[in-house]
C-alpha cells in the first residue's frame, strides 16, 4: 500500500513556474514508479512525467518535455514536478500516482497505477 498527498497547486499567470509535491508513505518503496498526470474536464488523464524511485531513471510527455521536471527526495519520500514556462494549456488537476514494478520501463497509462492522490488544481491566467 502507498498513500499519496500532493500540494503546490494555484492559480499563476503564463510563463510563471510553479512546483508541485507529493508526499508517499508506504510500506517498501523498492520497485516502485512514480508519475505525475493530469486532466481536464471531459477529457482523459494525460501521462506528464514519471521517475523510478531507486534508478531515478525519469520519462516525460513531449508536451512538457524542457519545460517540466520530476524528482525525487528519497530521504522525504516526496515526489517532485517543477514547472516552468506555464502557459494556460497547462491548467488541468494534477494527481501524483505510483505502481509497483520489476519493469524499469515507465508506462504512461494511468490504469497502470494502483495508487492516486486526491489532485491538485492548477490554474494559468492569460
Known amino acids: 500500500q502507498v498513500q499519496l498527498v500532493e500540494s503546490g497547486g494555484g492559480l499563476v499567470q503564463t510563463g510563471d513556474s510553479l512546483s508541485l509535491s507529493c508526499a508517499a508513505s508506504?510500506?517498501?518503496?523498492?520497485?516502485?514508479?512514480m508519475a505525475w498526470f493530469r486532466q481536464v474536464p471531459g477529457k482523459e488523464r494525460e501521462f506528464i512525467a514519471g521517475i523510478r524511485w531507486i534508478s531515478g531513471n525519469k520519462s516525460y510527455a513531449d508536451s512538457v518535455k524542457g519545460r517540466f521536471t520530476i524528482s525525487r527526495d528519497n530521504a522525504k519520500t516526496t515526489v517532485y514536478l517543477q514547472m516552468n514556462s506555464l502557459t494556460p494549456e497547462d491548467t488541468a488537476v494534477y494527481y501524483c500516482?505510483?505502481?509497483?514494478?520489476?519493469?524499469?520501463?515507465?508506462?504512461?497509462?494511468?490504469?497502470?497505477?494502483?495508487?492516486w492522490g486526491q489532485g491538485t488544481q492548477v490554474t494559468v491566467s492569460s
Open positions: 500516482a505510483a505502481r509497483y514494478s520489476t519493469s524499469g520501463v515507465i508506462v504512461g497509462t494511468s490504469r497502470s497505477y494502483n495508487y
Open positions: 508506504g510500506r517498501t518503496f523498492s520497485f516502485l514508479t
